[in-house]
């Protein structure tokens, strides 16, 4: 999807239904497989390996603890699934472009650079996992599942600090809210027959929730 309006719109309700119930996620997961076919932007090994690995964690103590750890543990991965695939197929601006769109040059303009800021971060997550990696190895290491909690320590500090230096620079420039952009959008063929499935899928979600009421 190459308008990152339909593309975002898209993102947000096929994981509200993919949350919402077992029900929703596999009609998402369905969506993911129909609509993404080759754009489903999966990441590298080692990044898949924390991102999964800490879901199936989650998922396990759950369902140790007499909780849904399948149920939760499905849903998240079909959210974390789209979430590729839509921070795959983004390019740069697109949430400034979308932000600015929805919201005008004050609000949209402050939450655009927020989330341009975000993602900027994020591309460099598997960089950093690498990085940390190797230095696990050179210390040591005794293998990806003992590695996953010094790991995700090690990005959270990373990226408190990198949020912290981001915040000084803007400060130190006189950032004060607010400014001027031009939103621009470009759109493809399957563009809206994506965004118009995500939303019989949601409805159809809404639609069983009340049924089961």
């Not at 947000?12 to 609509?35: E, P």
């Not at 979430?83 to 939450?111: C, H, K, Q, S, Y």
């Not at 190895?137 to 790991?151: A, E, N």
Request: glycine share 12%.
């Amino acid at each position: 999807m190459q308008d990152a309006r339909l593309r975002i719109g898209a993102t947000l309700l096929l994981s509200c239904a993919a949350f919402s119930s077992v029900f929703g996620a596999v009609l998402a997961a369905l969506w993911w497989v129909v609509v993404a076919r080759n754009e489903r932007n999966l990441p590298g090994r080692y990044a898949a390996a924390v991102i999964f690995g800490a879901i199936i964690l989650v998922a396990g103590f759950t369902e140790a603890f007499g909780g849904d750890g399948i149920s939760y543990g499905f849903r998240m991965t079909v959210i974390t699934l789209i979430a590729f695939w839509a921070f795959g197929r983004g390019r740069e601006g697109d949430l400034m472009n979308t932000a600015v769109w929805a919201f005008g040059d004050r609000i949209g303009f402050d939450l655009g650079l927020t989330a341009e800021m975000a993602i900027s971060s994020l591309r460099r997550i598997e960089k950093d996992i690498r990085d940390i990696r190797n230095a696990l190895k050179l210390k040591g290491s005794r293998g990806p599942v003992y590695d996953l909690i010094p790991l995700g320590f090690t990005l959270t500090i990373m990226q408190i600090h990198r949020a912290r230096e981001q915040g000084l620079v803007l400060a130190t420039r006189g950032y004060q809210g607010g400014g001027t952009f031009s939103p621009s959008f470009q759109r493809s063929k399957t563009d809206c027959f994506a965004f118009f499935s995500s939303i019989l899928i949601i409805a159809a979600v809404f639609v069983s929730f009340v049924g089961y009421l």
